[in-house]
Nanobody, 116 residues
Framework: QVQLVESGGGLVQAGGSLRLSCAAS????????MGWYRQAPGKQRELVAA???????NYADSVKGRFTISRDNTKNTVYLQMNNLKPEDTAVYYC??????????WGQGTQVTVSS
């Protein structure tokens, strides 16, 4: 069993930055892929960024050039650095670890609010 604890969300003005962290415990930290998703009110959850075990990254078009996903295996942690935030980035952000099709874990979510 894997537990994920997210942190780093909050309220920021447009143009500001935040760094989200997702710390994993309970298993060896070597998932096939890790990702950050977000869900705004009334909208479906969407992929924001992902990174594979081989360090290949993928970003939603809306965040390319502004967000960076990274990980620190020594700390069992995945990060999402968010720069130049926009009001439309306001959402609950969730981290996700994928070990296999049957082993997918989600964090509890952290609120990010960007004021204009």
């Amino acid at each position: 069993q894997v537990q994920l604890v997210e942190s780093g969300g909050g309220l920021v003005q447009a143009g500001g930055s935040l760094r989200l962290s997702c710390a994993a415990s309970g298993s060896s930290f070597n998932p096939n892929a890790m990702g950050w998703y977000r869900q705004a009110p009334g909208k479906q959850r969407e992929l924001v960024a992902a990174i594979t075990r081989g360090d290949n990254t993928n970003y939603a078009d809306s965040v390319k050039g502004r967000f960076t996903i990274s990980r620190d295996n020594t700390k069992n942690t995945v990060y999402l650095q968010m720069n130049n935030l926009k009001p439309e980035d306001t959402a609950v952000y969730y981290c996700n670890l994928v070990y296999s099709a049957l082993r997918v874990y989600w964090g509890q979510g952290t609120q990010v609010t960007v004021s204009s």
